[in-house]
């Protein structure tokens, strides 16, 4: 009897397990030397896990195109901290005193690697900014707006 209580107690938690993963949007972007995401409109629930993978297909060196991915608060000024990140060069790009501006991010990502990040959405409904943080390429256009809507 223990047994079939143990027995059942596990098989409910992996089903717990493998609903959790399910529930999560898995979305892959990429960055090329277009200074460009491949995607520019991302669209998520109110609190809904997800996890970004950036992978960076330039064939350029590090230093020239390298790509992150930078998602800020709501009324964060991108261009101020854009400007602030461009004398982060130490820590890839990303101010450490603005990092409370920032939901998640990437790492700085070089030609042919990826980074992965996992997060949760916000739950207020609005548009929210995101942001490459490498020299000159926000400035240039590679950015996009994840969008959190109660009803998708
Ligand atoms: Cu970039």
């Known amino acids: 009897m223990q047994f079939r209580l143990r027995h059942c107690l596990a098989l409910t938690t992996l089903a717990l397990v493998a609903a959790t993963a399910h529930a999560e949007q898995q979305i892959t972007l990429v960055g ?10 991302l669209t998520a629930a109110p609190g809904e896990r997800i996890r970004i993978k950036l992978i960076n297909k330039s064939h350029l060196p590090a230093s020239a195109m390298s790509h992150n991915w930078v998602l800020l608060k709501h009324g ?12 982060a060069s130490g820590n890839g790009y990303f101010p450490k005193s603005r ?23 916000p739950k207020k409904p609005g548009d929210y900014e995101y942001i490459c943080t490498f020299p000159g390429h926000f400035r240039a256009g590679m950015k996009g707006t994840l969008h959190v809507r109660a009803n998708p």
């Open 32 to 41: 090329q030397n277009d200074l460009r995401y491949s995607k520019s409109q």
């Open 76 to 87: 964060t000024d991108a261009d101020a901290f854009d400007h602030a990140a461009q004398s």
């Open 99 to 121: 990092a409370d501006q920032a939901i998640a991010h990437t790492d700085m990502v070089a030609g042919g690697k990826q980074d992965t990040v996992t997060f949760t959405a």
